[in-house]
């Protein structure tokens, strides 16, 4: 079946660090994959995402690239603020009508200054 | 950027009421609707999947007469919690999708059944 794995937090870091993120997933054909991120109390805001092999999502300093060979999509950051402290989802789809996200189980980030 | 709204952000009702909760896209027609439901620290959970006029496909273990969904338009759909009971408290997100492969979710409904 498909889905998706991502390293257990917390991780927690000072600000300026260096972030990565770890996400693998399983999946019958080719999925698009996503990274989403969730502030306290609120929904998921879509952070970035690729579609193929080898594309790089960036978005606010996140990058995250496509690599089918390792079949990960991990999420990197070169430099934390403390306004990153959030949980951070993994997630694939299909673009097909109706089909849904299978989301990692979230990790969570604190940073601290 | 697309906007997907809810309504109400928080509730709180007594215990065998109903309560409704809407979910709106707001710049575009979303084709698709998807209702979640997370529990603190945890990931999202799929209760059921609505496409337009057509009724919502339930996962495994929804009860979908207690959890009634109805996507009416191509820029709204409700989830209706029927008989609330307290372990219905949790945090309802729904997400809306378009043309393409990317949803885009709502703020959020914190339910709280007393």
């Known amino acids: 079946g498909n889905s998706v794995t991502q390293m257990e937090g917390p991780v927690t870091l000072s600000e300026e660090a260096f972030l990565t993120i770890n996400c693998t997933y399983t999946?019958?054909?080719?999925?698009?994959l996503f990274w989403y991120v969730q502030y306290p109390g609120e929904g998921l805001q879509l952070l970035l995402k690729a579609t193929k092999a080898d594309d790089k999502g960036s978005n606010k300093g996140f990058e995250a690239t496509y690599r089918k060979e390792t079949t990960s999509f991990h999420l990197e950051k070169g430099s934390v603020q403390v306004s990153d402290s959030a949980v951070y989802f993994c997630a694939l789809t299909f673009n097909q009508a109706g089909t849904a996200l299978i989301f990692g189980k979230g990790t969570t980030l604190s940073v601290s200054s | 950027g697309a906007v997907v709204s809810q309504h109400p952000s928080r509730v709180i009702c007594k215990s065998g009421t109903s309560v409704k909760i809407e979910c709106r896209s707001l710049?575009?027609?979303?084709?698709?609707m998807f209702w979640y439901r997370q529990f603190p620290k945890q990931s999202l959970m799929l209760m059921a999947t609505s496409n337009e006029g057509s009724k919502a496909t339930y996962e495994q273990g929804v009860e979908k007469d207690k959890f009634l969904i109805n996507h009416a338009s191509l820029t709204l759909s409700t989830l209706t919690v029927t008989s609330a009971h307290p372990e219905d408290s949790s945090f309802y997100i729904c997400?809306?999708?378009?043309?393409?492969?990317?949803?885009?979710f709502g703020p959020g409904t914190r339910l709280t059944v007393l």
């Open positions: 710049d575009f027609q979303a084709t698709t």
């Open positions: 997400s809306a999708k378009g043309t393409s492969d990317t949803q885009y």
């Open positions: 999946a019958t054909g080719y999925p698009s």
